[in-house]
């Protein structure tokens, strides 16, 4: 099975700017992309094959028309595609969220709940997101901040740079700060909770909706724990591995790419890999790919290796 390029869906939600345009390539009329969904069969965008003999087809029709063995034998414990990863860029600060566990979101939502992770892009000198609970607070408290305006005092505020990483669990709340592109690889869902918007309104003078009571059902109200910011690189011919985060639901690493990599492709899971520096070229027996900045390739399940050409930074996804 031939590894494939995937056009993303995009999102012009209002908090987004340019970046993805300028900065990782992205081609759309859109003025503002606030996101791209790299790799997406969920119903509100889709991500497209966009090389080889099966371009135009949504990926959720090319799965479907190759069977799930392209999914890899851990794909089997999920009802369906379990994962969702895109590129955000946040001109404006998001509203301050909580995303559901499985149980929640499947019982109230009939979708997955949503763990996240983020790797940090660019970062705007001074920028910063909200990352968790900074003291342990009770639910009326919680909600109390949220009607008077102080919640972010009790909100865990982080200055990132370029390549930090977050792994948030759900039932963390949270939020991207403005002057942040992210890679976001998630579970398969948009089920957000919105808890606190800054009390901004739109130009007819409205507060964006919230949705107080289900946040306070879902949101862990202890200090988040603290992340272990030491991270091993292990060196190969050819590239260098950085695993990033682990955890249930999906594992990704950091690639870099100087000279000639061979990668392993293999049957438990399908892979994912976005280009976030520099280009190359993939290669899977007699389909060749280019790789430059922005791209989304889509690895099908099997037993093969593949090769990876140039100079390239990847972050690789799994399950
Ligand atoms: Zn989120």
């Known amino acids: 099975m031939e590894p494939i390029l995937l056009s993303p869906a995009f999102k012009d939600y209002l908090w987004g700017g340019t970046k993805l345009k300028t900065h990782f390539g992205k081609k759309s009329d859109l003025a503002i992309l606030a996101e791209s969904w790299e790799l997406s069969v969920h119903k509100d965008g889709q991500s497209t094959v966009a090389s080889g003999r099966d371009t135009g087809l949504s990926l959720s029709e090319y799965i479907k028309k190759h069977g799930d063995t392209i999914l890899g034998s851990k794909a089997k414990a999920f009802d369906y595609f379990p994962l969702l990863i895109k590129l955000i860029d946040a001109k404006d600060n998001l509203s301050i969220q909580v995303h559901p566990g499985d149980e929640y979101a499947l019982k109230n939502e009939g979708e997955y709940g949503k763990t996240e992770m983020w790797y940090i892009l660019e970062a705007e000198p001074g920028a910063s997101l909200y990352y968790g609970l900074n003291t342990t607070i009770t639910k009326e408290e919680f909600q109390k901040r949220i009607e ?46 919105r808890v606190y918007d800054y009390d901004r309104r739109d130009a007819a003078g409205n507060p964006r909706q919230l949705h107080i009571q289900k946040a306070l059902e879902v949101s862990d109200l202890h200090p988040v724990p603290q992340q272990d910011s030491t991270r091993e690189v292990i060196e190969y011919p050819g590239y260098t591995k950085e695993p990033l985060a682990s955890c249930r639901y999906f594992t990704v690493e950091k690639l870099e790419i100087s000279g000639k990599a061979t990668l392993a492709a293999d049957a438990d899971s399908f892979q994912s890999l ?22 989304s390739i889509f690895v099908p399940a099997q037993a093969a290796n593949y090769t990876v050409e140039g100079t390239c930074s990847l972050i690789l996804s799994y399950i």
């Open 274 to 295: 976005i280009v976030t520096e520099g280009g190359g070229t993939l290669t899977l027996e007699s389909t060749v790919l280019p790789l430059k900045k922005g791209d």
């Open 148 to 193: 008077e305006n102080t919640v972010l005092e009790v909100l865990n505020k982080v200055e990132v740079r370029p390549g930090d990483v977050f792994l948030i669990e759900a039932g963390t709340v949270h939020a991207i700060g403005k002057g942040i592109v992210i890679c976001e690889i998630q579970q398969n869902s948009n089920t957000t909770y």
